[in-house]
Nanobody, 116 residues
Framework: QVQLVESGGGLVQAGGSLRLSCAASGRISSFNVMGWYSQAPGKQRELVAVISSGGSTTYADSVKGRFTISRDNAKNTVYLQMNSLKPEDTAVYYC??????????WGQGTQVTVSS
């Protein structure tokens, strides 16, 4: 089992910044992929950015150049620096962990609200 604890959401004006954090604990694989997904009201959950334990990253086109994902492997923590936020970024952001195999785990979600 893996537990994920997220923090850092909140309310910000358009053009502002937020930093999300997600700390993983439990049975952590030496190789894993952690990342962030967003879910706006009435929409499906979708990928925002992911990063492997080796540092490889993938971003949604909508956030490239604005968001940066990073991680601290010693702390099993992944970060999402969100800059130049837009109202359309408003969503619940979920952290996800996937180790070896197909099993993955979700965090509880953190609300990000961007006002215009």
């Amino acid at each position: 089992q893996v537990q994920l604890v997220e923090s850092g959401g909140g309310l910000v004006q358009a053009g502002g910044s937020l930093r999300l954090s997600c700390a993983a604990s439990g049975r952590i694989s030496s190789f894993n992929v952690m990342g962030w997904y967003s879910q706006a009201p009435g929409k499906q959950r979708e990928l925002v950015a992911v990063i492997s334990s080796g540092g490889s990253t993938t971003y949604a086109d909508s956030v490239k150049g604005r968001f940066t994902i990073s991680r601290d492997n010693a702390k099993n923590t992944v970060y999402l620096q969100m800059n130049s936020l837009k109202p359309e970024d408003t969503a619940v952001y979920y952290c996800r962990y996937q180790g070896l195999g197909t099993t993955y785990y979700w965090g509880q979600g953190t609300q990000v609200t961007v006002s215009s």
